[in-house]
Nanobody, 121 residues
Framework: QVQLVESGGGLAQPGGSLRVSCAAS????????MNWVRQAPGKGLEWVSS????????YYTGSVKGRFTISRDNAKNTVYLQMNSLKPEDTALYYC??????????????WGKGTLVTVAS
């Protein structure tokens, strides 16, 4: 069965960095777009970033562009999100999600349980 397991969340200071990872299994990882979606406390889901199946292109929501970098290692069935220059407003539960199309939360058919990122001094 499809499994997505996030890791690497934690507490970071404003201006700091964290890298979250998502280990995938149960499907042909290299065939699918992979996405990061977050949910801040008391708010709805927000698409953060997507990367094409072969890693050839990636996309970011405006608030993280230039600070976050998505990458993937198809040999390890893992997708990463490097987060730099973190801000308190980046505090959220970060989900990894498998999809066919980038950006489109409705097309994401499998999700991990999330990893919590807290940015505070």
């Amino acid at each position: 069965q499809v499994q997505l397991v996030e890791s690497g969340g934690g507490l970071a200071q404003p201006g700091g960095s964290l890298r979250v990872s998502c280990a995938a299994s149960g499907f042909i990882f290299s065939n699918y777009v992979m996405n990061w979606v977050r949910q801040a406390p008391g708010k709805g889901l927000e698409w953060v970033s997507s990367i094409y199946s072969d890693g050839s292109d990636s996309y970011y929501t405006g608030s993280v562009k230039g600070r976050f970098t998505i990458s993937r290692d198809n040999a390890k069935n893992t997708v990463y999100l490097q987060m730099n220059s973190l801000k308190p407003e980046d505090t959220a539960l970060y989900y990894c999600a498998k999809g066919i199309f980038p950006f489109n939360i409705a097309s994401m058919d499998y999700w991990g349980k999330g990893t919590l990122v807290t940015v505070a001094s």
